[in-house]
C-alpha cells in the first residue's frame, strides 16, 4: 500500500499502526522528511508533490491511500491554492495510480461533501469524489468522518480543538441522521483505511461514521488505543 498525505493528522496514525499490520507493506510519499513512528515497517520516499503521480505510477502497488488535505487557512485563504491541494493533487496522485493498474483507492473526504455545495471545503470535497469515482479502478473507498479527534503535530486548529473538547456532550444530541456528524478519533480512522487495504469486493463505497467504525471492527488486528488518540 501506497500513503500520500503522510505528515497529517490520520496519514501519521496509519503509519504508526502500519508496524502491527504484518500483512499490509506501507511506503510513504512525502515532500519533506519526518521521524518513523517506532516499530513502523515502512519506507518513506520524498519527492516533490509535481512528481507524486509518477513516483505512484513507477510503485504500482495495489492500494493507494490519500489523507491528503489542508484548510482553507493554510492555504492563505485563497481558493484556487486550497483546491491545488484537495483536490488538483489528491487527482494528480489517483490519475497516477490508475495509469498503473492500481486496484484499490481509498481517500478521505468529509461529511457533507457535495460537489453542489456553496460551501467551498464541501464543494471541493464533492467534486474530488466524482472525479476519482471515474477513474478506472476496481474498488474505491470514499470515507466521509465527522469531527476528527487527535492531536496535530505541526496544524493547531483552535475552532476544531475546541469543537473536541466539547464532543462528549454534543455527540450526545446527535442522534438519527445527525449520527454522521459525531466526532470521531483519528486513530479509528486510520485503522479503518488499513482494513479496507484488505477488502476485496469491487465497486464504489462511501463510508459515514458508523461504517469506519465498523470497518475499523472487521479489522483482523486488534490493538490498544495509542495516546493521544
Avoid at 38 to 66: F, H, K, N, T, Y
Wanted: charged share 25%; hydrophobic share 45%; glycine share 10%.
Amino acid at each position: 500500500m501506497v500513503l500520500v498525505g503522510a505528515t497529517g493528522l490520520v496519514g501519521r496514525r496509519i503509519m504508526a499502526r502500519s508496524g502491527q499490520r504484518p500483512d499490509i507493506r506501507l511506503t510513504a510519499i512525502a515532500r519533506r522528511e519526518v521521524p518513523l513512528p517506532g516499530g513502523a515497517r515502512m519506507e518513506m520516499i520524498i519527492a516533490d508533490p509535481e512528481d507524486w503521480g509518477q513516483v505512484i505510477a513507477q510503485l504500482a502497488p495495489d492500494v493507494l491511500a490519500c489523507a491528503l488535505g489542508t484548510t482553507f487557512r493554510k492555504a492563505g485563504r485563497d481558493e484556487a491554492a486550497f483546491q491545488a491541494v484537495d483536490l488538483q493533487l489528491v487527482l494528480r496522485c489517483a490519475e497516477g495510480a490508475s495509469q498503473a493498474r492500481v486496484r484499490q483507492f481509498i481517500g478521505m473526504s468529509s461529511v457533507g461533501a457535495d460537489r453542489f455545495s456553496r460551501n467551498l471545503y464541501l464543494r471541493t470535497k464533492g467534486e474530488m469524489e466524482q472525479a476519482i469515482k471515474k477513474l478506472p479502478f476496481a474498488r474505491v473507498d470514499m470515507l466521509r468522518p465527522g469531527l476528527l479527534k487527535g492531536r496535530r503535530e505541526e496544524d493547531p486548529r483552535g475552532k476544531e480543538r475546541l469543537a473536541a473538547m466539547l464532543s462528549p456532550v454534543t455527540d450526545l444530541l446527535m442522534n438519527g441522521s445527525l449520527r454522521q456528524y459525531r466526532s470521531i478519533p483519528a486513530g479509528v480512522v486510520a485503522d479503518a483505511i488499513l482494513a479496507m487495504a484488505q477488502m476485496r469486493a469491487d465497486g464504489r463505497f462511501v463510508h459515514d461514521n458508523d461504517a469506519i467504525r465498523a470497518a475499523q471492527l472487521r479489522g483482523s488486528v486488534k490493538k490498544p488505543a495509542l495516546a493521544g488518540e
